[in-house]
């Protein structure tokens, strides 16, 4: 099932290399049987622009998100949306877009919550494309497909809570968290017991990712035997870091706080530290 992974040498050092591609490896498969290329963006004017040749526009919040309350699609709502979209459950997908892939890789993560079985993502996402003046197109994408399977999602794999973070918090419990914020709002308040990083340890400013090497020395503060939380603001950097941790580098416990600090900060009498 799927399409053969990208064998670029670049990409062998991580520890699931076969979650990424490179922009040569991508243009070359563009338009073949099997592969749907997803864009997905913090901005959804700039697939009005010029995106890449056959790729289909899939809006974090309004495409995945849940219509009524915070959260995401249920398995028949996704199956809908994949089946509009024309994605088949037998299809590579590779999702790219904007900010070195914030808002894509969250959408992976979403993906990858229903267990789609061939997920990847386009290393250094929209703007590596762009710099490299590749091909772009304001073409229609591919028609609607039907039979994408109702899966129900497994959020114990991927996502954590707030009240399991906060029985943490109480019971002094080994879990790691890592705030991707600007250190500004991070010193002003953040979840007891959080450590600070900066998002661009992780990306070379093409967007592109940084080298194995370089992102085990970034993260070498965690523990690699504890568990690891991930949140930000509103849950797109914290899935960034996920993609990174799970997939890059092969930490197997690490999942997304999605709810963030735009959950956290904002219910009443929650521990918050300063600095």
Same mark, same amino acid.
């Given at each position: ?27 070359? =498969? ?5 592969? =749907? ?41 996704? /199956? ?23 808002? /894509? ?15 990847? &993502? ?19 994408? +591919? ?61 070379? +400013?093409?967007? @592109?990712? @940084? ?10 503060? &965690? ?13 797109? @950097? ?12 092969? @930490? ?24």
């Amino acid at each position: 099932m799927g399409i053969e992974s990208d064998p670029s040498p670049a990409l062998q050092q991580y520890a699931h290399p076969e979650r990424l591609v490179t922009s040569s490896w991508l243009g070359a =498969k563009l338009g073949g049987a099997g592969l =749907k290329v997803v864009e997905s963006d913090s901005d959804s004017i700039l697939y009005n622009i010029g995106h890449l040749p056959t790729a289909i526009r899939i809006d974090l919040h309004n495409d995945l998100g849940a219509p009524v309350c915070r959260d995401f699609l249920d398995g028949a709502a996704f /199956a809908r949306l994949m089946d509009d979209k024309g994605i088949t459950r037998d299809d590579t997908v590779v999702i790219y877009g904007d900010e070195s892939n914030l808002w /894509a890789a969250y959408a992976f993560w979403v993906f990858d919550l229903f267990g789609h079985p061939d997920v990847r &993502l386009l290393d250094g996402g929209r703007e590596a494309w762009m710099q490299e003046e590749r091909e772009t197109s304001y073409d229609v994408p +591919p028609g609607p497909t039907r039979g994408y399977p109702v899966i129900e999602r497994d959020d114990s794999t991927h996502r954590i809570f707030v009240n399991e973070v906060l029985a943490d918090r109480n019971d002094r419990r080994n879990m790691q968290l890592v705030d991707l914020r600007d250190p500004a709002d991070f010193a002003a308040g953040h979840i007891p017991g959080a450590v600070n990083t900066d998002p661009s340890t992780m990306v070379h +400013p093409n967007g @592109r990712f @940084r080298s194995r090497q370089d992102l085990e020395a970034a993260f070498s503060f &965690l523990s690699p035997d504890d568990p690891v939380v991930t949140y930000c603001g509103t849950g797109e @950097r914290a899935a960034h870091l996920w993609f990174v941790l799970h997939h890059l580098l092969g @930490r197997k416990d690490v999942r997304c706080y999605d709810g963030s600090w735009a959950e956290w900060g904002n219910m009443v009498r929650m521990p918050v530290e300063a600095v």
